[in-house]
């Protein structure tokens, strides 16, 4: 028979697990009104989802509450110490997904006061598989299913490759005019927003195992150097500075690039780029506020005095480092000068970055 303490325990534990079931339906129900807004053009339903995102907010807070008023009282061990302590964490997951709604949300407001053909294939694909991970990631978790935890695990990485391949066939639509720039953003965002659902949906399933089994799988990525390079447009030393960076193929390195006020590429920097060698379809301006765990970068390469002051408060133990260096972007002249110039800043920025790399390689 079991006892007073053991039915009190299961009883709080069965609770934990109705509120992580709901606050995983309410991050799933987001996004698929988000979806329905941007394929149906529904801008009041657009709204609702932004407004929502506060039900999910207060949502995660009274899930908190609850698992550690558990931890004070039943103080438990093993097992049960570990399933609460995932379940704080999956919390935390869950809500950034509600906030990747929202984004996604403000961004089909945006889209729907442009005349623009969306391309609803592909991010109903992306959508899909997201949101099934999603919905799957949860049962594992609340069902204890460390099985079904690793093969959601596994389709992580189709959803990767499939953003790939979006991003670029919306900047290919936008060279060939299918699309303007203004809509250009707001697509490429949905589409990053979709993919970190699933990097999200991945991390809940590392918790599911380790609540499960202890086994402590740390997430991919959590072992490598995670750089951004930021400048004023985001189109010219930061683009051509990623685009060198992922060029030496590094595993240990995650590189991004960002803009204060991002504009488009220009098409000269782009030819040069592509006769260097690199592929420049994937690598579109965004704005800091477009980076995805901004927080989480080890290193921050200002490229311009005015991004220091720009950064946010870092709550990690992040560093700052600024390279000063001819924009390339803005250089005027014949084509031979433009020319020069590029390749001037190409050279720069190639041994600085290698220097950069070494470095870290050895700290």
């Known amino acids: 028979m079991s006892t007073h303490l053991e039915v009190s325990m299961q009883r709080d534990l069965d609770r934990i697990r109705a509120y992580v079931t709901e606050m995983g339906a309410l991050a799933e129900q987001a996004l698929q009104d988000a979806i329905k807004a941007l394929v149906n053009g529904d801008r009041q339903l657009a709204y609702t989802v932004i407004l929502r995102d506060l039900f999910v907010d207060e949502k995660e807070k009274e899930i908190d509450r609850l698992c550690l008023e558990f931890l004070v009282r039943q103080q438990p061990v093993a097992g049960t ?35 623009v053909e969306i391309p609803k294939d592909g991010l109903l694909e992306i959508a899909r598989y997201s949101m099934t991970m999603l919905r799957d990631a949860v049962a594992a978790f609340v069902g204890q299913n460390p099985e079904l935890a690793r093969k959601v695990i596994e389709v992580e990485e189709k959803v990767d490759v499939l953003k790939s391949q979006l991003i670029r066939d919306l900047v290919n639509a936008y060279r060939e005019q299918k699309i303007p720039f203004e809509s250009l953003d707001p697509l490429t965002t949905i589409v990053r927003r979709l993919e970190r659902v699933a990097d999200q949906s991945r991390d809940i399933c590392m918790e599911t195992i380790y609540a499960c089994t202890g086994e402590y799988s740390r997430h991919p990525g959590s072992e490598v150097f995670r750089v951004l390079f930021v400048d004023n447009d985001g189109a010219g030393l930061a683009i051509m500075a990623e685009a060198i960076a992922l060029a030496m193929n590094q595993p240990k390195f995650v590189f991004g690039s960002a803009g204060l006020k991002p504009q488009l590429v220009s098409p000269g920097l782009a030819a040069f780029l592509q006769e260097k060698g690199h592929d420049t379809g994937h690598l579109v301006p965004r704005s800091l506020d477009q980076v995805p765990n901004l927080e989480h970068y080890h290193l921050v390469i200002a490229l311009s005095p005015a991004v220091n002051r720009a950064l946010p408060p870092h709550p990690r133990k992040g560093i700052s480092i600024e390279w000063q260096l001819p924009d390339p972007a803005v250089v005027t002249g ?14 720069t920025l190639c041994t600085s970055i290698n220097d950069l790399v070494q470095a870290l390689l050895r700290s």
């Not at 609460?84 to 809500?95: C, D, G, M, Q």
């Not at 950034?96 to 709604?101: K, P, Q």
């Not at 014949?334 to 050279?347: D, K, L, S």
């Open 334 to 347: 014949t084509p031979a000068e433009v020319q020069t110039a590029n390749e001037a800043t190409y050279q």
């Open 81 to 115: 110490l570990r399933f609460v302590y995932s379940a704080i964490r999956i919390n935390l997951e869950l809500e950034r997904v509600g906030d990747y709604a929202e984004s996604i949300a403000r961004q089909v407001a945006k889209l729907i006061q442009q005349p």
